[in-house]
C-alpha cells in the first residue's frame, strides 16, 4: 500500500502530453512525464485495499507486485521499486506505454474513485532504472550446453528468450523481418512506442547472449523440421499474424489495404527516412477510412494525420460504448467503455469532430472506370439480442451511405499464426487456427515444440505476450532437465 490516506488526499495525476494539434509533425513521443514527487504521490495513492484485486485474474496477467512498488516509490526508494518490479515484468517499458492497462480497472479504489495510475507508476520505475544505470547486461556465468531456438522476436519470443537465457541456454531468435522486435518494432508505431526504446532493449539481450538471425522466415527460407533437428527445442512465438479480411464487392481496387501492412511501411520510413513508402500505402493527400476501432484502428488515424491526409473516418460495425460501466461489465472485469484515445483526440482537433461511426456495416468498395478505390458503401445496424443468444446486428434499410475514400484500411484483428510456417511438420490447430498447444506446459502436437503467445491463444495483448514467454521458458527448462527454478 502507499499514504493510508493517500487515495484521500491525493487526486489522480497522469502524464501530459503536447496538444493534439501541435504533434503531428512528428512520429515521437509526446508524453510528458510527472516528475519524481509528482510520481511519488500517485504511488501514495495505493490505499490498504486488504485484497489487491489489481494483482488477480481479472487484473495484471504477469503478476505484477503492484501494491509493493507502489509503496516503494511513496517512499522514493526507486531502486527497491525496480527490482521488485522487474522480478516479474521482462519488458515493464511496454507495458507501461502500450498496455490498457487491466490492473487499473481491477483497482479497488476505481470502484468509488478514479484508479491508481499503476501504469505510468510502472512506466516511471523502468524509466528511472535506465537512467539510473541499473538496466546493464546480465552474461550468465555458467551455460547448459543445450541450445533453444524461437521463431519470432515479439513480446513473447523476447520474454522466452531472456529467461532462458538468464537459465544458461544458447537462445537462437529468428525473425523474418530486418529487425527484432515483432509488432513492437513495427506493429505500434513510433509515437506511441517510440523504437529506440524497443533497439536499446535488444541491443541489451544481444550483450546477454541472445541471437538474433532477422530476415529468415521459417517456413519459407528455413524449415520447422530443420530447427528441430538442429537444436534442443523450437518455441513458436510467431504471433496471430494473418490478418482478417472483409469480402465485400470491391475488396480487389486499388487502395484497400490491410492496416498492418500500412503501419509497417510507415515505421520502415520512420526507421530509415530514405525509405520511400510505396504510394498505395502512403496516406498523403487522400481521404482515408479505417475500418476497425480497436488500438490497431486508432493507430492508423494518428499515423494517417502525421503523413497529412487530407481528410480521416473511422468506421466500427459495433455500437457505440456506454460512457460508465454497465450490469455486463461489472467491476472488477474490464470496462470496455466509450474513450478517446491520441488518434480520435488528434483527428478532433484537426478536423472538428470525433472521427468514428458506430454500428456501421461495409456493403461494398466503391470504384472507378480503371479500378481505384472511391468511395464505402455502409448501412446502419441496430443490435438485437434474444434471451440465450449472442448479439446479432441488423440492418437498418434505408440507411444506405457512401463515405468518400482514396485509401481504406482493414483494422479488423486476425486470425491466427501463418499457414506455411508450419506445413513440413503438420502442428494440430485449434478451432481458433491457433496452433494447438497445452494449457500447462505449452507442448504442441509434436515432441519438443512448444507454442506460446498468440500463436496459442489468439490476437491478445502485450502484456499476455510476456506471461506466455516466461510461462513457455519455464516449461522448456523443465522439459530439457528435468526441473526449473524459473519463475
Given at each position: 500500500?502507499?499514504?493510508?490516506?493517500?487515495?484521500?488526499?491525493?487526486?489522480?495525476?497522469?502524464?501530459?502530453?503536447?496538444?493534439?494539434?501541435?504533434?503531428?509533425?512528428?512520429?515521437?513521443?509526446?508524453?510528458?512525464?510527472?516528475?519524481?514527487?509528482?510520481?511519488?504521490?500517485?504511488?501514495?495513492?495505493?490505499?490498504?485495499?486488504?485484497?489487491?484485486?489489481?494483482?488477480?485474474?481479472?487484473?495484471?496477467?504477469?503478476?505484477?507486485?503492484?501494491?509493493?512498488?507502489?509503496?516503494?516509490?511513496?517512499?522514493?526508494?526507486?531502486?527497491?521499486?525496480?527490482?521488485?518490479?522487474?522480478?516479474?515484468?521482462?519488458?515493464?517499458?511496454?507495458?507501461?506505454?502500450?498496455?490498457?492497462?487491466p490492473?487499473?480497472?481491477?483497482?479497488?479504489?476505481?470502484?468509488?474513485?478514479?484508479?491508481?495510475?499503476?501504469?505510468?507508476?510502472?512506466?516511471?520505475?523502468?524509466d528511472?532504472?535506465?537512467?539510473?544505470?541499473?538496466?546493464?547486461?546480465?552474461?550468465?556465468?555458467?551455460?547448459?550446453?543445450?541450445?533453444?531456438?524461437?521463431?519470432?522476436?515479439?513480446p513473447a519470443?523476447?520474454?522466452?528468450?531472456?529467461?532462458?537465457?538468464?537459465?544458461?541456454?544458447?537462445?537462437?531468435?529468428?525473425?523474418?523481418?530486418?529487425?527484432?522486435?515483432?509488432?513492437?518494432?513495427?506493429?505500434?508505431?513510433?509515437?506511441?512506442?517510440?523504437?529506440k526504446?524497443v533497439?536499446?532493449?535488444?541491443?541489451?539481450?544481444?550483450?546477454?547472449?541472445?541471437?538474433?538471425?532477422?530476415?529468415?522466415?521459417?517456413?519459407?527460407?528455413?524449415?520447422?523440421?530443420?530447427?528441430?533437428?538442429?537444436?534442443?527445442a523450437?518455441?513458436?512465438?510467431?504471433?496471430?499474424?494473418?490478418?482478417?479480411?472483409?469480402?465485400?464487392?470491391?475488396?480487389?481496387?486499388?487502395?484497400?489495404?490491410?492496416?498492418?501492412?500500412y503501419?509497417?511501411?510507415?515505421?520502415?520510413?520512420?526507421?530509415?527516412?530514405?525509405r520511400?513508402?510505396?504510394s498505395?500505402?502512403?496516406?498523403?493527400?487522400?481521404?482515408?477510412?479505417?475500418?476497425?476501432?480497436?488500438?490497431?484502428?486508432?493507430?492508423?488515424?494518428?499515423?494517417?494525420?502525421?503523413q497529412?491526409?487530407?481528410?480521416?473516418?473511422?468506421?466500427?460495425?459495433?455500437?457505440?460504448?456506454?460512457?460508465?460501466?454497465?450490469r455486463?461489465?461489472?467491476?472488477?472485469?474490464?470496462?470496455?467503455?466509450?474513450?478517446?484515445d491520441?488518434?480520435?483526440?488528434?483527428?478532433?482537433?484537426?478536423?472538428?469532430?470525433?472521427?468514428?461511426?458506430?454500428?456501421?456495416?461495409?456493403?461494398?468498395?466503391?470504384?472507378?472506370?480503371?479500378?481505384?478505390?472511391?468511395?464505402?458503401?455502409?448501412?446502419?445496424?441496430?443490435?438485437?439480442?434474444?434471451?440465450?443468444?449472442?448479439?446479432r446486428?441488423?440492418?437498418?434499410?434505408?440507411?444506405?451511405?457512401?463515405?468518400?475514400?482514396?485509401?481504406?484500411?482493414?483494422?479488423?484483428?486476425?486470425?491466427?499464426?501463418?499457414?506455411?510456417?508450419?506445413?513440413?511438420?503438420?502442428?494440430?490447430?485449434?478451432?481458433?487456427?491457433n496452433?494447438?498447444?497445452?494449457?500447462?506446459?505449452?507442448?504442441?502436437?509434436?515432441?519438443?515444440?512448444?507454442?506460446?503467445?498468440?500463436?496459442?491463444?489468439?490476437?491478445?495483448?502485450?502484456?499476455?505476450?510476456?506471461?506466455?514467454?516466461?510461462?513457455?521458458?519455464?516449461?522448456?527448462?523443465?522439459?530439457l532437465?528435468?526441473?526449473?527454478?524459473?519463475?
Amino acid at each position: 500500500m502507499g499514504k493510508p490516506t493517500g487515495f484521500m488526499e491525493y487526486s489522480r495525476k497522469v502524464a501530459g502530453a503536447v496538444p493534439p494539434g501541435q504533434r503531428l509533425n512528428g512520429f515521437y513521443e509526446f508524453r510528458t512525464p510527472l516528475d519524481l514527487r509528482e510520481q511519488e504521490e500517485q504511488g501514495a495513492r495505493c490505499m490498504d485495499c486488504g485484497v489487491p484485486f489489481c494483482q488477480s485474474d481479472y487484473g495484471c496477467p504477469v503478476d505484477n507486485l503492484i501494491p509493493e512498488w507502489n509503496d516503494l516509490i511513496y517512499h522514493g526508494r526507486w531502486e527497491e521499486a525496480f527490482h521488485r518490479l522487474m522480478k516479474t515484468n521482462n519488458f515493464p517499458e511496454y507495458t507501461g506505454r502500450v498496455c490498457p492497462a487491466p490492473c487499473e480497472h481491477a483497482c479497488v479504489l476505481a470502484m468509488n474513485d478514479p484508479a491508481v495510475t499503476i501504469k505510468e507508476n510502472e512506466a516511471a520505475i523502468i524509466d528511472w532504472g535506465y537512467e539510473a544505470g541499473l538496466m546493464t547486461p546480465r552474461v550468465p556465468a555458467l551455460r547448459t550446453g543445450k541450445t533453444v531456438a524461437i521463431v519470432g522476436s515479439g513480446p513473447a519470443g523476447l520474454a522466452a528468450a531472456d529467461q532462458l537465457n538468464q537459465a544458461g541456454y544458447q537462445v537462437t531468435i529468428y525473425e523474418r523481418a530486418d529487425r527484432p522486435g515483432g509488432l513492437l518494432m513495427y506493429g505500434i508505431p513510433a509515437m506511441k512506442l517510440d523504437k529506440k526504446l524497443v533497439q536499446r532493449r535488444n541491443d541489451l539481450l544481444e550483450a546477454e547472449g541472445v541471437i538474433f538471425r532477422t530476415g529468415v522466415d521459417v517456413g519459407r527460407d528455413i524449415s520447422l523440421a530443420g530447427l528441430q533437428r538442429e537444436y534442443d527445442a523450437v518455441i513458436i512465438a510467431s504471433g496471430a499474424t494473418r490478418p482478417r479480411d472483409l469480402s465485400v464487392a470491391g475488396r480487389d481496387l486499388q487502395g484497400v489495404s490491410f492496416a498492418m501492412d500500412y503501419l509497417s511501411a510507415s515505421t520502415r520510413r520512420v526507421l530509415d527516412p530514405s525509405r520511400e513508402i510505396p504510394s498505395e500505402l502512403s496516406a498523403r493527400g487522400k481521404r482515408v477510412v479505417v475500418i476497425g476501432g480497436g488500438d490497431t484502428g486508432n493507430d492508423c488515424l494518428g499515423t494517417a494525420l502525421r503523413q497529412e491526409a487530407a481528410s480521416v473516418l473511422n468506421l466500427e460495425i459495433l455500437a457505440r460504448p456506454p460512457l460508465e460501466r454497465t450490469r455486463e461489465m461489472p467491476w472488477p472485469t474490464f470496462a470496455r467503455t466509450f474513450k478517446s484515445d491520441y488518434g480520435h483526440q488528434e483527428a478532433q482537433a484537426v478536423l472538428g469532430e470525433d472521427p468514428r461511426l458506430f454500428s456501421r456495416r461495409t456493403l461494398r468498395f466503391v470504384g472507378d472506370r480503371i479500378g481505384r478505390l472511391r468511395g464505402v458503401e455502409t448501412i446502419q445496424v441496430r443490435w438485437e439480442k434474444e434471451p440465450g443468444e449472442a448479439p446479432r446486428p441488423v440492418d437498418v434499410v434505408g440507411t444506405e451511405e457512401v463515405h468518400p475514400a482514396d485509401l481504406v484500411l482493414l483494422a479488423l484483428g486476425f486470425t491466427g499464426p501463418e499457414e506455411y510456417l508450419a506445413a513440413d511438420i503438420s502442428l494440430e490447430r485449434d478451432g481458433r487456427s491457433n496452433f494447438r498447444a497445452d494449457e500447462k506446459t505449452y507442448l504442441s502436437s509434436v515432441p519438443g515444440i512448444f507454442v506460446a503467445g498468440d500463436a496459442r491463444r489468439g490476437q491478445s495483448l502485450v502484456v499476455w505476450a510476456i506471461k506466455e514467454g516466461r510461462g513457455v521458458a519455464r516449461e522448456v527448462d523443465r522439459y530439457l532437465r528435468g526441473f526449473s527454478e524459473l519463475p
